[in-house]
């Protein structure tokens, strides 16, 4: 299974990219698992002091990956919380960096 998310480091700057290009860097339960541990391990880095968040490709991010969600056994609202949930761990990850 290919990354869902890309790491570079150069020097001080953590560049993040997102990379399902095929959904136009859609989010995914699997985006948001490694999003997650990503910015964890960038606002834990001391040597970390600029993070960049983008996209591989043509776009930033397209916004949920309806065609995961489709392909989705049962029910959908489940996985939907889950992904919810991941965003909110990003969020809360990028709002504590104490990246000076």
């Given at each position: ?17 997102l990379n399902n290009l095929e959904n136009l ?21 001391p040597a970390v002091r600029a993070v960049i ?48």
């Open positions: 299974m290919e990354k869902a998310v890309l790491v570079e480091k150069f020097q001080k700057l953590m560049l993040i990219k860097n859609a989010l995914n339960i699997q985006m948001g698992d490694e999003l997650v541990k990503v910015m964890a391990d960038a606002a834990g880095d968040v983008t996209g591989s490709g043509r776009a930033f991010c397209s916004g949920g990956d309806l065609q995961f969600f489709s392909n989705l056994e049962g029910p959908k609202h489940e996985a939907f919380g889950v992904l919810t949930h991941r965003l909110h761990r990003i969020i809360l990850e990028i709002r504590q960096m104490q990246i000076q």
